[in-house]
């Protein structure tokens, strides 16, 4: 597709009347995902998303100044003011209750300071942006490094976690102050990697090789990690999609009108679904009071049909892969929806715990499985996914 027909869509295209933000980052870690979510909604905000992209990318240079933002040019007026305006509101009231209050403090320090200065100015959405990227840095090189000792303190968290780990070891690898030869990198990934039973077939061939194989080596290794790794989600992906089509159907219908009688039964039976009325036999298995004459009762009991809607306290899995929270251990529990963002009660949330990770028990919950369908891995309190919709919250 040549660029002509980009740049005609790129001018069709309107910029959003408002650009709406969910937070700002609650620490050093969250900052990465929080920057790249504030990237793609003002990419997707703008009239010519790959221009803005190049504009918004700028605070993340190496060297990037809080004074050079300071200055907009005519073609981004509009959209940084709509940033600005949409990040301020968690400079103030409720929202800012909710956020780092140092974080807020040094904020509206320097924007109080541009509005009393001599010559009265606003601050600019990007120099917020600047401000949050400086209040994260870890070092005044930008630069995040690692000690040796860090990475030889690296556990092996399990088979499941096999993707985040081989990603957190590569990143250190990466930052690291020691440099180290390829060598070295082997054995203490070869050693991480002992507890794990996906790998022992692998690390017993690993173990007979001569010392001068070509596959006894750290690359052999790590790239062994890495389509296991890709193996797994290929195999999720399949297993998500026989279940989405083996799925049985939601029937729809009218709810049944139960007929008059003066009996009155509570049970297992739901007062949605239209059933037919019980016996007078039948009546001592639901603890009914009634004459023995065919009746509809008042049934109290509980609805096995599932909510369409989706909640992480539903009775229900019916048309859902995965248990509900009777089926798992008191002990595994916690709020699912806060583990991406999407829980919009948090001081009086009556699903579980708020937790930064997923337990070993909650992954295997029906609505769980949902999220992580249709969102991916969990993004973290705080940073809901794109494409989240209020009607994703509770």
């Not at 240079?61 to 981004?76: H, I, L």
């Not at 909510?307 to 892969?321: A, F, I, L, Q, R």
């Amino acid at each position: 597709m040549d660029d002509s027909a980009d740049e005609r869509r790129a001018s069709r295209k309107q910029e959003a009347d408002e650009v709406k933000f969910s937070g700002l980052p609650k620490s050093a870690a969250d900052y990465r995902s929080w920057i790249d979510n504030v990237t793609d909604i003002v990419t997707a905000a703008a009239k010519d998303p790959n221009a803005a992209f190049a504009w918004v990318s700028r605070v993340e240079r190496d060297g990037a100044t809080f004074e050079e933002f300071g200055s907009v040019s005519p073609e981004w007026v509009s959209l940084d003011a709509k940033i600005r305006s949409g990040l301020t509101k968690f400079l103030t009231g409720k929202e800012a209750e909710k956020e780092n209050k140092e974080l807020v403090s040094y904020t509206l320090k320097r924007r109080d300071e541009l509005r009393k200065a001599e010559v009265p100015r606003q601050i600019t959405g990007l120099q917020i942006i600047c401000m949050v990227r400086t209040f994260y840095r870890v070092h005044d090189t930008e630069k995040v490094s690692f000690e040796l000792s860090a990475l030889m303190e690296l556990e092996y968290p399990g088979d499941e976690q096999m993707g985040p780990f081989k990603d957190k070891f590569d990143l250190m690898l990466r930052h690291l102050r020691t440099k180290l030869e390829d060598r070295d990198k082997e054995g203490i990934l070869v050693s991480k990697l002992r507890k794990s039973d996906a790998l022992r077939p692998h690390l017993d061939y690993y173990d007979r090789l001569p010392e001068s194989h070509a596959d006894k080596c750290f690359k052999w290794v790590s790239n062994l990690i890495d389509t296991l790794v890709e193996n797994a989600r290929k195999k999720r992906n399949a297993d998500s999609m026989v279940a989405s089509a083996t799925a049985p159907v939601k029937k729809s219908g009218a709810p049944g009108k139960p007929k008059k009688g003066d009996g009155q039964q509570t049970g297992n039976q739901s007062s949605a679904t239209g059933a037919s009325a019980t016996s007078g036999k039948d009546k001592d298995k639901g603890k009914g009071k009634g004459d023995g004459k065919k009746a509809k009762g008042k049934g109290k009991g509980k609805s096995n049909s599932g909510d369409v809607s989706g909640s992480d306290s539903d009775s229900s899995t019916k048309g859902n892969p995965g248990k509900t929270k009777a089926q798992i251990d008191p002990k595994q529990l916690c709020c699912i929806r806060h583990l991406w963002g999407l829980c919009k009660n948090p001081e009086a949330c009556k699903h579980g715990p708020h937790l930064d990770k997923p337990t070993g028990g909650i992954k295997s919950h029906f609505f769980y499985i949902k999220l992580d369908k249709k969102f991916g891995a969990p993004t973290g309190p705080g940073n809901p996914p794109p494409g989240a919709t209020d009607a994703d919250k509770a």
